[in-house]
């Protein structure tokens, strides 16, 4: 690398870390001024609420890295821009491609920063900033999918519930089937209820209704409570959701399979999680075209115009992102083209800036 390539770039990775050293303890001091009283009220241990703002620490930050990466890129280049030192450098024969190469080079080290956090260490710090979050903050009120749960164990077994209560682990018109290898019923097991009873580690089901058939014949025993075991666990028939969040790559890799076995109807959830962890590096590159394009020419207002139209840009891509997400997992919208498009819009956005700062 040139002098120019490490001067630039120097300025890149310094500008980022400084804005996250900026606005991370920012971010702290509101949350904790927001949530210091439920933190008492619950008795929430020092060190437990130490580990839980370590961990709010990495999963803010990297959840934001995008718009601090932005606005970074928008704040130095603007400076350099207003010092004349962009002119300077195209003055001195230098093309405006290879003025972007230690744009570049910056990107992808952020980029790859990104994915190695995204896929092995942010997961462990949502798990903990989640779980103090619905022990101390919410009191067990963990989001889930509660209303009709639908579950395939197996090849050849499906439960179903009508409804779930988490804080009781009890599950209402509980079905379970297990058809043979050609897909014939055998038996069938109803209950009005089903709940796990820890003390005897077994399944209590209450009004309980099994019907085996052989052939045209059909056997009955009702009961009017019955304890037995199933092979799964009471809280798998809904999994709280945030659960794809706190398991690294492979792991979410494995869960999605099963879940998708299982027949699971909030399967696009997961989905979403994972690929929004192979697109987040994704936007390194595209908030760099579009920040470079607005930012490394002289305009009338100066770095403030040019901070406000980042801030305007970040806040319309993170609607976007929420719009996708939303259709995605709740109607049905392929996760895939949900992650994609925003990434494609913005992409092209920049690329069109980009045509536009060289002339």
Do not use: C
């Not at 956090?117 to 900033?129: C, D, E, L, R």
Request: proline share 3%; charged share 20%.
């Amino acid at each position: 690398m040139g002098i120019i390539d490490r001067y630039i770039l120097k300025k890149y990775l310094l500008t980022f870390g400084l804005m996250l050293l900026l606005f991370v303890p920012i971010g702290i001091m509101l949350n904790l001024a927001e949530q210091i009283g439920k933190m008492i009220d619950n008795e929430a241990p020092l060190m437990e609420i130490i580990l839980y703002y370590l961990n709010f620490t990495i999963y803010i930050g990297h959840l934001l890295f995008p718009i601090f990466l932005f606005l970074a890129i928008i704040f130095f280049t603007s400076k350099m821009a207003n010092n004349t030192e962009i002119v300077a450098i195209l003055s001195s024969g230098v093309s405006y491609r290879r003025f972007l190469r230690p744009y570049w080079i910056g990107a992808s080290i952020i980029a790859f920063v990104m994915f190695i956090m995204g896929m092995f260490i942010v997961p462990a710090a949502s798990k903990g900033y989640n779980e103090f979050k619905f022990k101390y903050l919410k009191k067990q009120n963990q989001d889930r999918v509660t209303n009709n749960i639908f579950n395939q164990l197996g090849e050849s077994d499906y439960i179903y519930v009508s409804s779930f209560d988490p804080e009781r682990q009890i599950g209402y018109n509980f079905t379970y089937e297990h058809f043979s290898d050609d897909g014939t019923l055998q038996y069938k097991i109803s209950s009005a209820n089903i709940r796990w009873v820890p003390a005897d580690s077994v399944y209590r089901m209450t009004s309980y209704t099994r019907r085996d058939l052989r052939g045209d014949v059909e056997q009955v025993v009702t009961k009017r409570r019955l304890d037995t075991l199933f092979a799964f666990q009471i809280d798998d028939l809904t999994p709280v959701s945030y659960i794809g969040e706190t398991k690294n790559l492979f792991e979410l890799n494995e869960f999605i399979r099963v879940q998708r076995r299982k027949g699971a109807s909030n399967v696009n959830s997961y989905v979403m999680v994972l690929y929004k962890r192979w697109a987040l590096p994704i936007t390194a590159f595209v908030l760099t075209i579009i920040g470079v394009a607005v930012s490394s020419g002289k305009r009338r207002g100066g770095m403030g115009a040019n901070l406000a139209f980042g801030i305007g840009v970040a806040f319309i891509y993170i609607f976007m992102d929420k719009v996708f997400s939303t259709l995605a997992e709740q109607s049905g919208f392929p996760p895939l083209l949900a992650v994609l498009l925003p990434n494609v819009f913005f992409g092209i956005l920049g690329i069109y800036l980009l045509q536009k700062a060289k002339r």
